[in-house]
């Protein structure tokens, strides 16, 4: 058993993020078991949930002749569009059947202000307006946590990122994540991580 100063934080495994999903990430269901086998070391668990009303701003849908995977201007910076996904109370924003939720002390759900995306479990993608999480985390004396969940490259690794820079000693179990790897966007990922004093562990 981990010491109590130390989370697992599990990123968004959900049905529309799993091979059939609406945006798959490659064998991202294979990371079901390996993250189930760790719930029982940690005394604290955060699930995060990506939970967008219908409509979102981030959809290619909702933006003329555009397509997913096009990259916009919003406000708060550059948006990837992405195709409509984990849209609240669809079976795609269901966690998948098999990862065992039970043992969430939280779940954070992000991504559900219409206007903005959120790929940190930390903060909106305007980097400011915050979650929750942080607090959460520092009235229950937290200050180290273990990542896993999907994707590597985009809320597994805004997440790590956002947590080294709150002071959290960071890690993201590698062996339990999956990327989608868009243009490079992988190699990127793990790069900033470490630049950031991210620890990486390869299982």
């Known amino acids: 058993m981990r010491p109590a100063n130390e989370a697992l934080i599990v990123i968004d495994v959900q049905n529309d993020f799993c091979p059939g999903g609406a945006l798959a990430v490659t064998d991202g269901d294979a990371i079901v078991a390996p993250i189930n086998a760790m719930l029982p070391d940690f005394a604290a668990r955060v699930f995060t949930q990506d939970w967008h009303p219908a409509g979102h701003s981030s959809f290619a849908t909702s ?12 406000p708060y910076g550059k948006q990837v569009l992405w195709p409509d996904h984990c849209v609240q109370g669809a079976t795609g924003a269901a966690f998948h059947k098999d990862l ?8 954070i759900r992000k991504g559900f202000r219409p206007q903005i995306d959120s790929y940190s479990a930390f903060f909106e993608n305007d980097k400011t307006t915050p979650t929750g999480l942080e607090g959460y985390l520092r009235t229950r004396d937290i200050d180290t946590l273990t990542l ?39 190699q990127t990922a793990l790069d900033q991580m470490r630049a950031a004093g991210v620890k990486l562990k390869h299982g």
């Open 63 to 74: 933006h003329k002749d555009k397509s997913p995977y096009d990259l916009i201007d919003m």
């Open 100 to 107: 065992q939720t039970d043992p969430a002390d939280m779940i």
């Open 148 to 186: 896993v969940g999907l994707a590597t490259d985009f809320c597994v690794a805004y997440s790590a990122l956002d947590a080294a820079g709150l002071g959290f000693k960071t890690t993201v179990d590698l062996s339990a994540c999956r990327g989608i790897d868009l243009n490079g966007s992988l």
